[in-house]
């Protein structure tokens, strides 16, 4: 290629690898197996929405990007809730009360930005997840259309028009097939070809959106899987008729998966029982402040190690529960016995939490023959549901791959990855130089050109017991990029 490449970034929200399947997603399946696919791919933790956007839109893990959970709570943007993530409204404050960055880390945006070059998102995600793809948007220039959320749109006097040719959006749907065919319509009219940016990212909400209501492998969800890979043809096909389109490299990665939802119980409710209260700030002197669902992250009144001692202890005795992290461990066990050390999860930030932990999981199928379930807590997800957000390794497992002129057909990497080397790798081929806060790799052994394979990848398992029950991490290791596998209770 003469000219510089350019790279188109097609996220499907919470897709589960298995159900990649000839029969739901014909295009996306051939995708991979003609390019090349990076099955042992992972998201960052905690493998939710917006957790992994950040990660996605900065090359980092949540320790550099800051976002370390899909909501919780800091008292520098609001001293009585939590932070909702997924909301523009309390994505701009956190920006306003964290010093102007919400996303700390710098983005793939503002590098290809300071090299004179553009970069595009086009969403049906949420407005705080679309924001976070691109945050600097609106003050570089560049184009953020976020069809969920509109007021997250930038810039809106240019996004104003485009709805004035193609409005009204449609209301979300499950699937939510009406909004995705018309962001696919406004991608490939006057985005793609018009503002012709050398990044773009495309969010389609689905088949998270309606994982969640519907459940995995319910006929809702698999005609959302249908219906962004209809869309994803279209964008395959706009790329075969353009005169430049081998210059086009098409990423396809998933955020996360999900697992099934059942044994519901109410998490405040039961730690209400052990004495202790949880509330969403300390207003009210909680004695723990943030969200309790099926992965937690609660921040401890006044840092308080006996209170955190005394929930632990209690957790540790429930049948339900699954793995804690507590802070300030030896680099494997946190400092109270029989939880891991919180900095294996990768999110040591002046804004994380103290404590994280995760509900139960399971390996057993749904009533659509689909693995993978959890006790949950939540009071808009319905017993049946999809969850995410834990160590489940059909959370953790998330899809990868790439085509184009320069990289390698039929190749199926053999080495873990992460949307984290996507940015990275981006600005390698760019000849942009990564911001040291890129935590990801350049994904060399799919490159065609590149002479260079990573490192042989070390294995690690970390296991930490109290009475009965073990916890178990592994982790693996490509040189200095270290990948979260999976978590599990024995």
């Given at each position: 290629m003469s000219a510089d490449p350019k790279f188109i970034i097609v996220v499907f929200d919470g897709l589960r690898r298995d159900m990649i399947t000839p029969e739901l997603a014909p295009t996306l399946t051939e995708f991979l197996m003609a390019g090349s696919d990076f099955p042992l791919s992972r998201s960052v933790y905690p493998s939710a929405t917006r957790v992994n956007a950040a990660a996605l839109s900065a090359g980092a893990s949540p320790q550099n990007t800051g976002i370390i959970a899909n909501k919780f709570y800091h008292s520098d943007v609001f001293e009585d809730q939590v932070i909702h993530t997924g909301k523009f409204a309390h994505a701009s404050a956190a920006a306003s009360g964290f010093g102007g960055r919400f996303l700390e880390a710098k983005t793939l945006g503002e590098c290809v930005a300071g090299a004179g070059k553009k970069m595009a998102v086009v969403s049906s995600g949420s407005g705080g997840t679309t924001y976070l793809l691109h945050p600097h948007a609106g003050e570089l220039g560049h184009l953020r259309l976020c069809f969920r959320d509109w007021a997250c749109s930038a810039p809106l006097d240019v996004a104003a028009d485009y709805l004035d040719q193609h409005g009204p959006i449609p209301e979300t749907e499950h699937p939510n097939i009406p909004m995705i065919k018309l962001q696919a319509d406004v991608l490939l009219d006057h985005v793609l070809p018009i503002v012709d940016p050398d990044v773009t990212v495309v969010w389609f909400s689905d088949p998270d959106s309606t994982?969640?209501?519907?459940?995995?492998?319910?006929?809702?969800?698999?005609?959302?899987?249908?219906?962004?890979?209809?869309?994803?043809?279209?964008?395959?096909?706009?790329?075969?008729?353009?005169?430049?389109?081998?210059?086009?490299?098409?990423?396809?990665?998933?955020?996360?998966?999900?697992?099934?939802?059942?044994?519901?119980?109410?998490?405040?409710?039961?730690?209400?029982?052990?004495?202790?209260?949880?509330?969403?700030?300390?207003?009210?002197?909680?004695?723990f402040a943030g969200t309790a669902g099926y992965y937690s992250a609660l921040r401890v009144n006044d840092g308080d190690n006996g209170r955190m001692a005394e929930l632990v202890?209690?957790?540790?005795?429930?049948?339900?529960?699954?793995?804690?992290?507590?802070?300030?461990?030896?680099?494997?066990?946190?400092?109270?016995?029989?939880?891991?050390?919180?900095?294996?999860?990768?999110?040591?930030?002046?804004?994380?939490?103290?404590?994280?932990?995760?509900?139960?999981?399971?390996?057993?199928?749904?009533?659509?023959?689909?693995?993978?379930?959890?006790t949950f807590s939540s009071g808009s997800i319905p017993e049946g549901g999809g969850t995410h957000g834990g160590l489940h390794v059909k959370e953790m497992n998330s899809l990868l791959g790439v085509q184009g002129g320069a990289f390698k057909d039929r190749h199926i990497s053999t080495f873990p990855a992460s949307h984290t080397d996507i940015a990275p790798t981006i600005l390698s081929m760019l000849g942009i130089e990564a911001p040291s806060t890129m935590t990801g790799r350049r994904l060399c052994e799919a490159m065609v050109e590149a002479e260079e394979r990573p490192p042989m990848t070390e294995v690690f398992e970390h296991r930490v017991s109290s009475g009965s029950k073990t916890q178990n991490l592994r982790h693996w290791r490509v040189g200095s990029r270290t990948y979260i596998d999976q978590g599990w209770l024995d």
């Open positions: 994982y969640h209501p519907c459940g995995l492998g319910s006929p809702e969800s698999r005609e959302g899987i249908k219906n962004v890979d209809r869309q994803f043809a279209r964008i395959l096909d706009w790329r075969e008729s353009n005169p430049e389109g081998e210059r086009y490299q098409v990423f396809v990665m998933s955020d996360h998966g999900q697992v099934t939802a059942r044994n519901k119980i109410s998490m405040k409710d039961e730690i209400a029982k052990s004495g202790l209260k949880l509330d969403a700030h300390f207003k009210e002197n909680a004695d202890a209690w957790l540790q005795e429930q049948s339900w529960r699954g793995l804690i992290f507590t802070p300030n461990g030896d680099g494997v066990e946190g400092c109270i016995p029989g939880t891991f050390d919180r900095a294996l999860l990768q999110l040591e930030h002046q804004r994380t939490p103290e404590i994280y932990f995760t509900l139960k999981t399971d390996d057993a199928p749904n009533k659509w023959d689909i693995t993978g379930g959890c």
